[in-house]
Nanobody, 124 residues
Framework: QVQLVESGGGSVQAGGSLRLSCAAS????????MGWYRQAPGNEREGVAA???????SYVDSVKGRFTISRDNAKNSLYLQMNSLKPEDAAMYYC??????????????????WGQGTQVTVAS
């Protein structure tokens, strides 16, 4: 059974930092591209960052220079370091897995497995 479990969300002041984690099980993790998505109330789900099997990364423009996605294949884990957080970053954050062949896309429809999400709140 495939499971993606996010953690690390919380409430921070604007300008603060959070590190999200996603623990994967039930898959051969190194064979998957991974992504972070977010969805705020009333908004569509948005691709935030993605990482390929070779650790090539891509980001939505609004988080470039502030967020860093990384993976640890030995720990079957995905991370999202979020710095200089803004109120508009507040959302439920989800991790997702896209099996090989994959390119580390920000397009939600390519992802097969999704976690349940972790909430990020940013106070102004």
């Amino acid at each position: 059974q495939v499971q993606l479990v996010e953690s690390g969300g919380g409430s921070v002041q604007a300008g603060g930092s959070l590190r999200l984690s996603c623990a994967a099980s039930g898959i051969t993790y190194s064979n998957y591209c991974m992504g972070w998505y977010r969805q705020a109330p009333g908004n569509e789900r948005e691709g935030v960052a993605a990482i390929g099997r070779d650790s090539t990364t891509s980001y939505v423009d609004s988080v470039k220079g502030r967020f860093t996605i990384s993976r640890d294949n030995a720990k079957n884990s995905l991370y999202l370091q979020m710095n200089s957080l803004k109120p508009e970053d507040a959302a439920m954050y989800y991790c997702a897995a896209d099996p090989w062949p994959c390119i580390g896309s920000l397009t939600a429809s390519v992802y097969t497995y999704w976690g349940q999400g972790t909430q990020v709140t940013v106070a102004s």
